[in-house]
């Protein structure tokens, strides 16, 4: 994360009033700097990325995200090692199952925990997420989400499809109504 | 005759926060409904209904959230706004855990219910 730091996290939830503090105002500058940077690179977006960059999953549970059981990172690179490939990340968030299917150009990178990180054993729940982009000319992003357990995803991507449909209905009827949120 | 000086709403910096029923806006905001006891909020966190401490002093409705959560779910995490949900997103604490769903939001120098 380039602003919104694990350590700027960690710093916001600190039981010392006058870190916390401190953290509130950077949280504020890292905001205003972040919609900044995006706002740069706003204009190359796809339309879907330009509206999947406004949702907020916060507190979403990743339900199945682009690793193994053992943590190592599932591998979806094409056996003859072209690009681009695709990857899915899926999500439970407010009573319905939201799947993320992005368009990538590289491999996943995954970085682990930091030592200090007080939460490490709770559930993988999406905390924030930051958007970047990496080339311009060729239209690459790259999307990186801080999860509850400490662990940062960077997706490097072309463009990503979202779709969601209800948990409920997807009891109920068998497969529920699906509804595509956007579409590249 | 003296000419009166004009009252506004500005909140003195000591005064106490106070503590409101919530609602889930547009963009992140969140809406403040009727005034509620520390009591009647624990219970709605129980429940997994949101609830917003407001006041102009950050640390007071900082600790005050905290300890609603605190007694409502045994557990509170304080989490800072959510960038994509916003500019009227508040600070909250919730539990380590769901359920229950909602948040215990407080009111910052820079953020307000609405």
């Known amino acids: 994360m380039r602003f919104f730091t694990p350590e700027l996290y960690l710093k916001f939830g600190s039981a010392d009033d006058a870190l916390a503090d401190q953290a509130d105002q950077q949280w504020e500058a890292a905001t205003v700097a972040y919609r900044k940077h995006v706002d740069t690179f706003r204009d190359i977006m796809p339309p879907a990325v330009a509206v999947f960059e406004k949702m907020c999953f916060h507190d979403a549970q990743l339900l199945a995200g682009p690793q193994m059981p053992d943590g190592t990172l599932r591998s979806r690179v094409p056996s003859s090692n072209t690009w681009p490939a695709i990857t899915n990340v899926c999500l439970s968030h407010r009573d319905e199952v939201w799947v993320l299917t992005y368009v990538i150009y590289d491999d996943i990178r995954q970085q682990q925990a930091p030592p200090d990180w007080p939460n490490a054993t709770s559930q993988p729940l999406w905390l924030y997420d930051e958007f970047d982009l990496a080339d311009r000319d060729r239209n690459m992003f790259v999307h990186r989400i801080l999860l509850g357990d400490g662990r940062l995803l960077e997706i490097p991507f072309l463009s990503v499809i979202v779709d969601h449909f209800s948990i409920h209905s997807a009891g109920e009827n068998g497969g529920g109504q699906r509804a595509k949120a956007a579409a590249t | ?114």
């Not at chain 2, 509170?76 to 919730?94: C, E, F, I, K």
């Open chain 2, 1 to 114: 005759m003296a000419k009166r000086s004009k009252l506004t709403n500005v909140v003195p910096a000591d005064s106490p926060p106070g503590i409101r029923a919530a609602t889930l806006g547009t963009n992140g905001s969140v809406v403040q409904g009727t005034m509620i006891s520390q009591a009647e909020a624990e219970l709605r966190r129980k429940s997994g209904d949101d609830v917003v401490v407001v006041g102009p002093n950050l640390q007071a409705n900082r600790t005050l959230a905290q300890a609603i959560e605190l007694n409502a779910n045994g557990y509170a995490q304080r989490h800072p706004p959510h960038p994509s949900a916003g500019l009227n997103a508040l600070p909250h604490y919730q539990p380590k855990f769901r359920p229950p769903a909602g948040h215990a939001f407080y009111e910052t120098p820079n953020r307000k219910a609405v």
